[in-house]
Structures are given as C-alpha cells and as structure tokens.
C-alpha cells in the first residue's frame, strides 16, 4: 500500500514538477515576509504580469509547433503605438482604432507565418530579423515620436487597462480567460493534437497528412492575435506608449514559456504551465522587491531562483536528482 502510494506520489511529481517548485517557492517567501501572500500583493503581482503572460500564452503554440517567435516584443510596441495613434485620428477613435491595429497586428504574425510556414525557412533567422524590421516600422509609422491619449477623461479606452469586473482587475480576467480558452484548444481539440504532432516530428506528421504549412501559420497567427491582446492592455494601462516599450520582452516570455516546461525542441508544453512560469516570473521580481534587494542582486537571484526550478522539474520526471549519465 505504501509502496504504490510512493508511486502514484512519484507520477504526480513527475508530471508537476513546476507547480511543486512554484507551490515550495511562494512558500519560502511567504515566510520570509507574510505581506508575500496578502491578496493585494497577489492581485498586483498578476495584474503586472498579465501583459507578459498573455504573450507567452501566443509563443507557447509556437514553441510546441517546434518553432520560436523573437519578434513578439518589437511587435507588442508596434500594437501600443498604432492603437494610440488611430485612437486619436478623428476618422477612427477607439471603435475602430482596435479592430484595426488587430487587423494589422495579425498581418505581421502571417508574415511570420508564411516564411516559416510555408517557406520553410529557420524561425530563429525569420523572428529575429522581424523584430529589427517591425522596430524599424514602428519608428517610422510613430515618425520616432511616443503616443499618448490626450483627452484621457473623455474616452472609455482605459477600461482594457484599468478597469475592473466584479471586483477583478480587467488585465487579470483576460489573462485568465484567454488562458482557459487556448488551453481548451491546445489540449481538448485536433487542431491543438496537430500543433504537438508538428512540432514532435513535422516529417511523420506530414506523411500523416497533417498540413504542417497550415499548422505553422496558425501558430503565428495565435502569438499576433496575443500580442495584440497584450498591446491592446499596455497602451490602455497608462495611456500612452514608447515606441521600445516591449523591447527585450522577448526573452521574458520565452523564459516564461521554457520555465513552464515547453521544449525547445517542440512537441511537448501545456498553456497551465506556461501560467505558472509566468507566476513565477512576476512572484520572484516581487519577493526580491518585498525583502529590499538591490536590483542587481535580483538579477542573480532571479537566475538561481529559475535554475532550481527548471532542476527540480526535470529531476522529478527523471526520479533522480542528478542525470544518470555523468
């Protein structure tokens, strides 16, 4: 009896093993400092990561579909800064400046798509030279000039980013809802069993006759949609846009999404992961804020914070803590 309670222990921690390291984490910090786990502070704590978090929920269909998408950050500054400019064209205002930046948020992600997709050509080179050419677009189109909302109490756009129902941050309800919506699609329907056949072997898959093409495309199209989503929030929280302020966010989310257990090698991830890499993130920042380190100390502490986490998820799927092969 005990023996198959340590086994049906076992099986849980192997395919858990992020959510223990998360569960031990907040418990270390709770008590380091018990204001960690006030309800405010975890609210906040969300709150803040939702734009990172519903980017990262896009690139994990990507990372599955075994490709990387690094121009989810020069494109989230693109979505701010075009949303805020057509928010303030007379012949626009806010009804039609958001279908219409989605609209051509969306075109970016099938370029990504077509290349990628269809083309075949590496994901690493194509990503990385659209987040210098979406960069370069959006410096541009903003003529290298920030955006703001002039007339801000004159306009109901602030609802995405401020906004609250039933007494839940709006930022926060989209995150989880957009979350439970692509985590039903990824595990529950064919299309989401098509994007882990592609991104597990895209050669069987094909012989299969899974339109891999098809698939890729889609990926990119989900991460654009995100990104717009995310854009759509951080222009609306703070009225006002850089024209660099998703730069470098490319890693966060990628971090994210492999702190959450999706293989860079594809075919295998979850979107309730890629949430608790997300959590993580912002949880590890927040700590480190509440108990007074400097920030570059949370640099260092951040990394070993991911590390023991990434070890102690891998160490339950294996059984071992240390590979056997050494």
Same mark, same amino acid.
């Given at each position: 009896m005990a023996d198959q309670a340590m086994k049906s222990?076992?099986?849980?921690?192997a395919r858990q093993g992020i959510l223990v390291a998360f569960i031990l984490f907040m418990v270390s910090f709770t008590l380091w400092n018990p204001r960690f786990i006030d309800v405010d502070n975890v609210f906040?704590?969300?709150?803040?990561s939702a734009i990172l978090g519903i980017m990262a929920l896009g690139v994990t269909f990507v990372v599955i579909g075994g490709? +990387?998408? #690094?121009s989810v950050g020069s494109m989230l500054s693109f979505s701010?800064?075009?949303?805020?400019?057509?928010?303030?064209?007379p012949a626009?205002?806010?009804?039609?400046?958001?279908?219409?930046?989605f609209a051509m948020t969306l075109c970016l992600g099938a370029i990504n798509g077509f290349l990628i997709g269809y083309l075949r050509l590496n994901s690493l080179i194509v990503t990385l030279g659209m987040l210098s050419a979406i960069h370069g677009l959006t410096l541009t189109y903003s003529g290298g000039q920030n955006m703001d909302i002039a007339n801000q109490n004159e306009t109901w756009f602030d609802v995405f980013g401020r906004g609250e129902a039933l007494g839940i941050p709006i930022p926060v309800l989209i995150f +989880?809802? #957009?979350?439970?919506f692509l985590g039903i699609v990824l595990a529950k329907t064919p299309f989401g069993r098509k994007v882990y056949a592609v991104g597990g072997n895209g050669t069987a898959a094909t012989f299969s006759g899974i339109p891999r093409a098809r698939v890729v495309f889609m990926t990119y199209l989900i991460s654009a949609f995100c990104v717009a989503t995310a854009g759509l929030i951080q222009a609306s929280r703070t009225m006002g846009a850089q024209n660099?302020?998703?730069?470098?966010?490319?890693l966060e989310v990628l971090a994210a999404v492999i702190l959450g257990g999706a293989s860079l090698l594809g075919g295998s991830g979850t979107i309730f992961k890629t949430v608790i890499g997300v959590l993580i993130l912002g949880f590890i920042q927040n700590g480190l804020l509440l108990a007074g380190l400097e920030f570059y100390v949370q640099f260092v502490v951040t990394w070993i914070i991911i590390i023991l986490a990434v070890w102690l998820d891998i160490a339950t799927k294996r059984g071992k803590l240390w590979s056997p092969i050494a």
């Open positions: 222990l076992g099986s849980v921690l906040g704590v969300i709150r803040s490709n +990387l998408d #690094l701010a800064i075009v949303v805020l400019d057509l928010h303030e064209n626009f205002g806010p009804a039609l400046a958001i279908p219409a930046m +989880l809802l #957009l979350a439970a660099t302020v998703g730069q470098g966010m490319e």
